[in-house]
């Protein structure tokens, strides 16, 4: 198993991606600031058939200018806070590890929350985060979700959990089951 | 790799694409934040947007990514909390041939929850009255 160092400045997501990403910043500086002033984290990024098959481990440098800190309450709830700053997690780790664009939201009941994709081709991507350490099974049941998709199209799964400062990254095929 | 094709969409549907994003956002932080009005006012531009984007996906041939844009257009006029057009917009899709099987039974599912919620809206309007 690899351990790789990959950097990324969390402000960047807004430039990478097409959905307005910009208001996951400061939601991931919440989860994942170790002080009030802090401008940096580290996670373990789990890659599973991304890039190459079986999994590969990544340890993840983001940082963020002091600038986007929140200084006010982000005025949502802890639950929605978990899921968007695990949005703007997903947001980095596709443009780090795919190279592909978050391009648009999903309506009601797609079993996936954004479209991924190049130009010419676009799959389905399911996020969820979770502030305990149950992120492998959080992963089993997304990836089962997103492989129920009515669009019968592959997708990825990103789960972050903020406690363990892990993310779990894969891609799907639909209908596969897991094993 | 099963995919959804996009291929030949212009800068401009491209814009609208993530304009259309923005809005949903917005409209769920809104909502989040307790601002109904302002969620449903962003959700009915979403809605606007979407069924802009999948008439242009019928005319380029992408006629399974004008599905996803239709059912989203009926998935954002719900959540405006205007039931009307989001049936309508699910009877459309209903009625087409073409329509695939598993999205087929997504869309049926989805308006018969709109209808049931629909008939308990009506009824409480009743009893208020």
Known sequence: MTSVRDEYRLEDIARDHSIGAAMFVPLVIVRLRGHAGATEALLTARLRDVIKAGETRHLLRLSWSAESIPNRPLGVHERTATEWAACGIACVVMSLYTGLRVRHVTGDGDRFDYWVGDGDHEYGLEVSGTMTDDVEARHRLKVRQLRENPYGVDGYVVIVGFATREVIFSFNRFGEVAL | ?129
Do not use: N
Request: aromatic share 8%; hydrophobic share 40%.
């Open chain 2, 1 to 129: 790799m099963s995919s959804m094709r996009r291929q030949g969409l212009d800068v401009a549907f491209e814009t609208e694409e993530a304009r259309k994003s923005s809005l949903m956002l917005e409209a769920q932080l809104l909502r989040e934040r307790g601002q109904d009005e302002a969620a449903a006012d962003k959700f009915a531009q979403a809605a606007e947007i979407e069924g802009s984007l999948s008439e242009v996906c019928e005319e380029k041939g992408l006629i399974e990514k004008s599905f996803v844009h239709r059912f989203s257009a009926a998935s954002c006029w719900a959540q405006a909390g205007d039931f009307y057009h989001a049936i309508a917009l699910c009877d459309e899709l209903l009625a087409r041939t073409d329509l695939p099987e598993l999205v087929r039974r997504r869309v049926s599912d989805y308006v018969h929850t709109l209808r049931t919620r629909r008939a308990q809206w009506y009824a409480e309007l009743t009893l208020k009255g």
